[in-house]
């Protein structure tokens, strides 16, 4: 029985690692290899994160990147008033791979929200892959430009638009089946806004049968009726 437990694990590895090489680029233009895989696999290490646990703090060098297994992590700069979330990050999501390939501290601090299990490439490790496999960095870049369009095309879609259409949006972008499970002072923390604000929009919404409020989270009822609202 124990023969087969050095197997296990090393399946379980690669499984994981094919995880990854989804979340990272397009596996139809830049399919890895066997050999990618193998690397990757050994290099990634699994991490888990109790509620409310510091993942990492802002102004650090990066000790490495994060790719969300499970779980959910807050992305915020500030603390107290002046506390702004800039980004939920859900399985799938990667961090702190930019900051690595740029070589700057970490502009904002993460915590996990609720227990978060995250596979973690440390430092040495990505740059040994990116130097040793050059299929796993171009699919790694491509990745990395595609998050860099995506929050260049938030920022500007956000720029100019009322209260309304900036909370729907972000209704829209934060729904996972439907249902947003943010606490409204997080999402009031996501747009700059005070809480008193960004819920007279909640209840305006939910008024209009568009949304349900609900304790730490919201439900979409007609997406179709936000999107008109978001544009």
């Known amino acids: 029985m124990t023969s087969f437990l050095p197997r296990r694990r090393e399946d379980s590895r690669l499984r994981e690692a094919a995880w990854v090489a989804r979340c990272v680029g397009d596996p139809q233009t830049t399919p890895l290899t066997e050999e990618d895989l193998t690397a ?20 650090e060098q990066p000790a ?30 990667v961090d702190g791979d930019i900051e690595l390939i740029l070589g700057m501290p970490l502009p904002y601090s993460a915590r996990a929200i609720e ?5 973690f490439l440390a430092s040495e490790s990505f740059e040994a892959l990116m130097r040793e496999h050059p299929t796993v960095a171009r699919r790694w870049l491509s990745s990395v430009a595609a ?3 995506r929050g260049h095309q938030r920022v500007m879609g956000l720029l100019g638009r009322s ?5 729907t949006r972000l209704l829209l972008d934060e729904q996972i089946d439907e249902r ?17 604000s960004l ?29 008109a609202l978001a544009r």
């Open 40 to 59: 990757l696999a050994s290099y990634l290490q699994p991490l888990e994160f109790e509620r409310g646990a510091p993942v990492f703090r802002a102004d």
């Open 64 to 93: 490495g990147v994060w790719i969300v297994r499970s779980g959910m992590m807050e992305l915020a700069a500030g603390t107290g008033r002046r506390k702004i979330v800039v980004q939920m990050l859900y399985p799938g999501n």
């Open 115 to 119: 227990t978060t299990r995250c596979l």
């Open 147 to 149: 998050r860099v369009a």
């Open 163 to 167: 209260l309304v259409e900036q909370a």
């Open 180 to 196: 947003v499970l943010l606490p409204q002072r997080t999402l009031a923390a996501m747009l700059g806004v005070q809480r008193p």
């Open 199 to 227: 819920n007279k929009v909640l209840k305006d919404l939910e008024e209009r049968g568009l949304i349900t409020l609900g304790y730490g989270r919201i439900e979409i009822k007609d997406a179709k009726g936000l999107e």
